[in-house]
T-cell receptor
């Protein structure tokens, strides 16, 4: 079983749609959680950190459920520019472990 | 400034060559990382340096040799690589091992011929 699991997609959604990504992690020692965005042939870029209390940044909302070891990302009012691969990340005291990523394609 | 700079951006090398990848950050971060990423796969951790000391080696073959000359620089020395080592090599840094977040450089796209 992978340490961080995501649905690989692709998720094909029209502009303006709301889309949700889910992720589970297996290492109970994980203590920090993030969503990264990666465009084709580019480096991963930090989208947002994820907290148990939930956090929102504009159209993006992230949530963490420690009991279920589950992380989510909600994107509202999708834009064409949101098309990318979204990587779920769980970190312990010494390293970050990446999920395989979920590919999002937003279309006109 | 949340910039991690990697050079070169692209590298083609033969299996008998020796080359080095370089990474630099001036954010005062004390943890630096090398990741390897193959196409359509997530980044895989190779090495972690904390306060210029090697903290983690994820069982990486000895043909990859990391070096941390000072707190701002991280090198990856390459020798006798195989074609299957062709990948995107990403450097990242964070304030310390506990993060909180890691920032990535643009990567070096390596092709071994």
């Amino acid at each position: 079983r992978k340490e961080v699991e995501q649905d690989p997609g692709p998720f094909n959604v029209p502009e303006g749609a709301t889309v949700a990504f889910n992720c589970t992690y297996s290492n109970s020692a994980s203590q920090s959680f993030f969503w990264y965005r990666q465009d084709c042939r580019k480096e991963p870029k930090l989208l947002m950190s994820v907290y148990s209390s939930g956090n929102e940044d504009g159209r993006f909302t992230a949530q963490l459920n420690r009991a279920s070891q589950y992380i989510s990302l909600l994107i509202r009012d999708s834009k064409l520019s949101d098309s990318a691969t979204y990587l779920c990340v769980a970190g312990t005291a010494s390293k970050l472990t990446f999920g395989t990523g979920t590919r999002l394609q937003v279309t006109l | 400034d949340t910039e991690v700079t990697q050079t070169p951006k692209h590298l083609v090398m033969g299996m008998t060559n020796k080359k080095s990848l370089k990474c630099e950050q001036h954010m005062g971060h004390r943890a630096m990382y090398w990741y390897k990423q193959k196409a359509k796969k997530p980044p895989e951790l190779m090495f972690v340096y904390s306060y210029e000391k090697l903290s983690i080696n994820e069982s990486v073959p000895s043909r990859f040799s990391p070096e941390c000359p000072n707190s701002s620089l991280l090198n990856l020395h390459l020798h006798a690589l195989q074609p299957e080592d062709s990948a995107l090599y990403l450097c990242a840094s964070s304030q310390n091992l506990q993060g909180p977040e890691a920032f990535f450089g643009q990567g070096t796209r390596l092709t071994v011929v």
